[in-house]
């Protein structure tokens, strides 16, 4: 069932051509479920667009663009890539690049104090108190969800995402 839901979830993105994907195009088509399934509770956060906001070096190159202008939640997704982590705010998502781990602490801080979902590929991501991290599996991209910390956040995780999640952290 799980590999349903998850095969489910990776087609709804996908191109036309969808024999091999790359591991950018899997995390962006992850990204886009993800924000599918969470909800703020912050009516700040219900703002007309839904900003994703990439911090730190770009992993994904032209393939998150493809997300700009999709709709989620009925709203549009806008990409934004602010050069420091107070140009963040209106962010309600957040990709932390890899090469900001040593300002993880801050960052996740003040990135949750302003409800913002966090993610990353950055080792640990979830026990640093990041929400959701991408862990590789083999050749297999999955993700973790450190629960505790969306909802210190004020972020709800819907359940069949967390069904998904290769690790819970309760």
Same mark, same amino acid.
């Given at each position: 069932?799980? =590999? ?29 479920? =993800? ?21 730190? #070096? ?14 989620? #939640? ?17 962010? #309600?998502?957040? @990709? ?28 640990? @991501? ?16 999955? @993700?973790?969800?450190?629960? #505790? ?22």
């Amino acid at each position: 069932m799980k =590999f349903l839901i998850a095969l489910l979830l990776w087609s709804l993105v996908g191109t036309a051509n969808a024999s091999v994907r790359s591991e950018y195009e899997v995390k962006a088509a992850f990204l886009y479920n =993800f924000t599918r399934f969470i909800t703020w509770s912050d009516p700040l956060a219900e703002a007309p667009e839904m900003r994703i906001c990439v911090l730190g #070096q770009d992993p994904f190159g032209d393939v998150l663009q493809q997300l700009n202008g999709r709709v989620s #939640q009925g709203r549009p997704l806008a990409l934004a890539y602010p050069g420091s982590l107070s140009d963040s705010d209106g962010c #309600q998502v957040l @990709f932390i690049g890899s090469a900001r781990s040593r300002d993880l602490p801050a960052i996740t801080e003040y990135a949750h104090e302003r409800q913002m979902l966090t993610i990353s590929e950055i080792p640990d @991501f979830v026990e640093e108190g990041g929400i959701i991290g991408y862990v590789k599996e083999g050749n297999v991209i999955r @993700f973790e969800i450190n629960l #505790q910390a969306a909802q210190r956040a004020g972020i709800h995780v819907n359940s069949r995402l967390l069904e998904l999640a290769v690790r819970v952290i309760r």
